[in-house]
T-cell receptor, first 116, second 110 residues
Framework: DTEVTQTPKHLVMGMTNKKSLKCEQHMGHRAMYWYKQKAKKPPELMFVYSYEKLSINESVPSRFSPECPNSSLLNLHLHALQPEDSALYLC???????????????FGNGTRLTVT | GESVGLHLPTLSVQEGDNSIINCAYSNSASDYFIWYKQESGKGPQFIIDIRSNMDKRQGQRVTVLLNKTVKHLSLQIAATQPGDSAVYFCAERGYQKVTFGTGTKLQVIP
C-alpha cells in the first residue's frame, strides 16, 4: 500500500460525461502533482500545486481541471474527454524544500481511465 | 532541451545475478536524480536518490552511481530476485518538476 491514495482505481466514461479523480495524502507534504502515463511510456507531468496554489500547468487542455481544496487533497475534474485521453492518471506528493528541492515524489497507484 | 534517457529498453537477468540499469541525461545543470521502480498495475515506487555532489549512494541491495563527466547514471541491484521484475525509471528533479526517462524493463529469469 502507498501513502498516497487515489480513487477510483478504474473509471470508464463517455465523451460527454463529467467525472472527478481524487487523491489524498497525510504525510504533511505541501506539493502535489498530477501525472499522465500512457502504456509503456514514462509518466508525463500535468500539474503541480505548491501550498495549495497551482504553480505549474504543462499546457494541459482545459478539459482537465485540477483543484486542491486543502493540503491533503487533490482533485482532477474531467469534462468532454477524448478517447486519446485514456491513460493511467497518477497523483504524487512531496515535501517542499525551498532551498534544495531534493525531495522525491511519492506516488499513488493511479486511476486507470478509459474514455469511450 | 532537457532529456533523460535509458540505453536499453529490456534487460533479462538470471536470478541471483547482479543487474545494472543505465541512464543518460543531457542537462548538465541537473543536480538531483531519482530511481523509481514500477510494477504492473502500480504507481512508481521510490528506490534511491542521489545529489550531484555525490558519486555513489548505497541502499539495501541497490547502489546508484553518478558520473557527471559523461552525464551517466546507473542503478545496480545485487542478487536480483523475482520480485525485482518491473520497469525502472531514472528521473531528474528540477524546480518542482520530476522528468522521467523512457524506462527499462527488468526481467528476472528463475
Amino acid at each position: 500500500d502507498t501513502e498516497v491514495t487515489q480513487t477510483p482505481k478504474h473509471l470508464v466514461m463517455g465523451m460527454t460525461n463529467k467525472k472527478s479523480l481524487k487523491c489524498e495524502q497525510h504525510m504533511g507534504h505541501r506539493a502535489m502533482y498530477w501525472y499522465k502515463q500512457k502504456a509503456k511510456k514514462p509518466p508525463e507531468l500535468m500539474f503541480v500545486y505548491s501550498y495549495e496554489k497551482l504553480s505549474i500547468n504543462e499546457s494541459v487542455p482545459s478539459r482537465f481541471s485540477p483543484e486542491c481544496p486543502n493540503s491533503s487533497l487533490l482533485n482532477l475534474h474531467l469534462h468532454a474527454l477524448q478517447p486519446e485521453d485514456s491513460a493511467l492518471y497518477l497523483c504524487a506528493s512531496s515535501q517542499l524544500d525551498l532551498i534544495s528541492f531534493n525531495s522525491p515524489l511519492h506516488f499513488g497507484n493511479g486511476t486507470r481511465l478509459t474514455v469511450t | 532541451g532537457e532529456s533523460v534517457g535509458l540505453h536499453l529498453p529490456t534487460l533479462s537477468v538470471q536470478e541471483g545475478d547482479n543487474s545494472i540499469i543505465n541512464c543518460a541525461y543531457s542537462n548538465s545543470a541537473s543536480d538531483y536524480f531519482i530511481w523509481y521502480k514500477q510494477e504492473s498495475g502500480k504507481g512508481p515506487q521510490f528506490i534511491i536518490d542521489i545529489r550531484s555532489n555525490m558519486d555513489k549512494r548505497q541502499g539495501q541491495r541497490v547502489t546508484v552511481l553518478l558520473n557527471k563527466t559523461v552525464k551517466h547514471l546507473s542503478l545496480q541491484i545485487a542478487a536480483t530476485q523475482p520480485g525485482d521484475s518491473a520497469v525502472y525509471f531514472c528521473a531528474e528533479r528540477g524546480y518542482q518538476k520530476v522528468t522521467f526517462g523512457t524506462g527499462t524493463k527488468l526481467q528476472v529469469i528463475p
